[in-house]
């Protein structure tokens, strides 16, 4: 499917603009643990848009395969979820975002886990 090709590529480009944003604009201008909590946020966003990107080659191979493109979705929203709420963190100082953190932790782990299935299902044919 296109949209997680597009999503997997946008979400690249963005979490290259965030790195380069924290270690350039953002070094000088927060704590050290908060400028540690961006780069978190920004190695997941890198780790999930390049899952993205697999997705998005594994719905065109599978156009039927559901569980795939629920897997995408899932990613896609643990990237908003987790990595948007640490940066909106490190942003605002607001540190009540950190409680929405771990529900995109979650959403990453079941469409890790749905991926899984996939490829289970896939080898029982």
């Keep these: 499917m296109k949209t ?4 997997g590529s946008l979400n690249a480009f963005l979490g290259v603009a965030l790195g380069a944003f924290g270690a350039h604009g ?9 400028l540690a909590t961006w780069n978190t946020a920004v190695q997941y966003h890198l780790v999930h848009a390049l ?3 697999v997705i998005g080659i594994l ?3 599978m156009p039927g395969a559901m569980l795939v493109r629920a897997a995408g979705w899932l990613i896609f929203l643990g990237v ?3 990595s948007g709420s640490l940066y909106i963190m490190v942003l605002t100082g607001i540190r009540g975002l950190g409680m929405i953190t771990p529900i995109g932790g979650v959403t990453f782990l079941i469409g890790w886990l749905l991926l899984a299935l996939v490829g289970y299902r896939q080898g029982a044919e």
């Design 26 to 34: 953002l070094k000088s201008k927060v704590a050290p643990e908060m």
């Design 4 to 7: 997680f090709l597009i999503l």
């Design 59 to 61: 719905c065109h191979l």
């Design 51 to 53: 899952g993205l990107l």
């Design 80 to 82: 908003l979820l987790f």
